[in-house]
């Protein structure tokens, strides 16, 4: 299962903050985005994608730690534009993530994770925010943000509804801050930094986006 790492992202939302990608075989049978609204489906990304999941771009897990290892110091960067954690399917691999968390020791890695959070799974994410690697729980919708944050394993983002673009709250009143890079043009993930942030008391939002939002959205409106 190849993994990609591109040193400076060309994506304005991103910003040039190093970014990876994985495999598709990495993403959760679980996901109900899975062809059905996810971002990384279409564009650019979706033919890059395509070619690590391939084997024609990228390098093995164990090179690519290399390169996180030769990071600069407090370098934030960004872990699956496309993909999930190493493991096929739904399974987290406990070996690769643990490798990850000591190969992103100094720098300020962060990721989203769609692997359904059984006990074992959210144990590995729990250890991995404890140990300086951010892995951010995503919600399918409001209501499963709340299940997810009652897990105490890490930050949840969401999925908001496409034209969403003011703060919320989720049905059991947690606070859900609308991704700022979502809002205004000059702010992009290498300035906000929020994602990367393990300890925090709010949820953050994303708006439905992406050739296929309507997809999206309508598993976002699910909360209902």
């Known amino acids: 299962m190849f993994t990609h790492l591109t040193l400076k992202s060309r994506n304005a939302k991103t910003g040039p903050i190093p970014v990876s990608t994985t495999a598709a075989d990495s993403c959760p049978k679980a996901c109900p985005f899975s062809h059905n609204g996810c971002y990384a489906d279409g564009g ?37 534009q ?48 404890d140990n300086g690697f951010t892995i951010n729980l995503s919600g399918n919708n409001l209501a499963h943000a709340d299940k997810l944050a009652s897990l105490q394993a890490g930050p949840v983002v969401t999925v908001l509804p496409a034209d969403a673009s003011e703060n919320t709250t989720t049905p059991q009143g947690r606070k859900v801050v609308v991704c700022p890079a979502t809002q205004r043009d000059d702010i992009s993930c290498a300035t906000c930094k929020l994602c990367a942030v393990a300890k925090r008391d709010f949820i953050i939002g994303f708006p439905a986006h992406g050739a296929s939002k309507r997809k999206a959205e309508s598993v976002a409106l699910e909360s209902a």
Do not use: C
């Not at 024609?56 to 690519?64: P, Q, V």
């Not at 600069?72 to 960067?77: E, R, S, V, Y």
């Not at 496309?82 to 992103?104: C, F, H, P, R, Y």
């Open 44 to 80: 650019p990304l979706a033919i890059h994608w395509r070619k690590v999941t391939e084997g024609k771009a990228g390098e093995s897990f164990a090179r690519f730690l290399d390169k996180i290892r030769a990071l600069p110091a407090g370098q934030l960067w960004r872990h699956n």
């Open 82 to 129: 496309a993909g999930d954690l190493q493991g096929k399917g739904n399974a987290i691999s406990g070996k690769a993530l643990l490798d990850l968390v000591e190969a992103n020791k100094g720098k300020r890695g962060f990721t989203y994770t769609h692997k359904p959070m059984t006990t074992r799974n959210a144990a590995l994410v729990r250890m991995a925010n």
